[in-house]
């Protein structure tokens, strides 16, 4: 696992496991693997170890400066560190990529990051409330993004 500074090169969308299995309808992993790679078309890394199941969609850096799902999905940038597993990280346990990136740069668009989020939502009925599974106001994961200078480590 490396630790990798948000903001400088891409922003990470941190998804609600339980707002993006609504989106695609399954909670399995093979099906929600293919199918984020089909929607995103991009990186997305999973962790499921202190807040339960987390997607980290990564998009453009720039991006994060008017992303405005940050209620429900915040993009994490500036002062946050990602921690991103070995490229060949495909599965359980622990933090893996769902999505790897395909080539140097590739990132996921920020369009189709909030059409999903919006697909999760509109199956959860509240377009304006929080998914299931996360409070309002709810802080940063620990386990994957940590602020710079922090005494976590990320697992």
């Not at 199918?35 to 969609?57: E, F, M």
């Not at 998009?59 to 991103?84: F, K, M, N, S």
């Amino acid at each position: 696992m490396a630790l990798l500074p948000l903001g400088r090169q891409f922003a990470a969308v941190r998804i609600p496991g339980s707002l993006v299995h609504a989106a695609l309808g399954s909670a399995d992993a093979d099906v929600v693997a293919e199918l984020l790679s089909l929607r995103l078309r991009g990186p997305v890394i999973h962790d499921h170890r202190s807040t339960g199941p987390t997607y980290y969609a990564l998009i453009q850096w720039h991006a994060g400066l008017i992303w405005d799902r940050g209620e429900t999905a915040p993009c994490l940038q500036g002062d946050t560190y990602l921690g991103v597993p070995h490229i060949d990280r495909r599965e359980p346990p622990g933090t893996y990529w769902v999505a790897p990136p395909r080539y140097e740069g590739d990132l996921c668009r920020p369009q189709a990051v909030r059409d999903l989020i919006d697909a999760g939502r509109q199956q959860f009925g509240q377009e304006n409330e929080t998914p299931p599974g996360r409070t309002k106001g709810e802080s940063r994961s620990r386990s994957l993004a940590c602020p710079a200078g922090s005494e976590g480590v990320a697992r």
